[in-house]
């Protein structure tokens, strides 16, 4: 055997690891008992700041998305914490057995806070 099969036969272990999301808005993946995920820029796309984003060369620009993703990441804490989900991640990022899609409920939720405001 030379050189580089050794290494891809040593690398191929790798791939056999359990994976864990690169995505999570809420929680911790190791310790899932009752998972959900969105699917963040559908829920983006109804908060009420999408419409107020200037343009990227825009001065504001950055301030505007700030204010709408802190809309979307406290409508996703607070889905997460009245409805009993100990984590929150982005749609198959990778995906997590019996993780329920709570993408309705977070941008309910959303408008909610945001009619407050």
Avoid at 30 to 53: E, G, H, L, R
Avoid at 57 to 76: C, D, F, G, H
Avoid at 90 to 97: A, L, Q, R, S
């Amino acid at each position: 055997m030379n050189i580089a099969g050794g290494i891809a036969i040593g690398l191929s272990g790798l791939y056999s690891m359990p994976s864990y999301a690169d995505t999570v808005y809420y929680g911790e993946v190791k310790t899932k008992t009752a998972p959900a995920y969105i699917v963040f820029d559908k829920v983006a796309q109804k908060s009420k700041y999408t419409a107020q984003i200037p343009a990227p060369n825009n001065p504001k620009y950055n301030e505007k998305i700030a204010e709408r993703n802190l809309s979307v990441y406290t409508a996703i804490r607070e889905t997460a914490v009245n409805s009993g989900y100990d984590v929150v991640v982005e749609k198959d990022d990778p995906p997590i057995t019996n993780a329920k899609d709570i993408n309705e409920q977070v941008i309910k939720k959303m408008q909610e806070n945001e009619k407050e405001k």
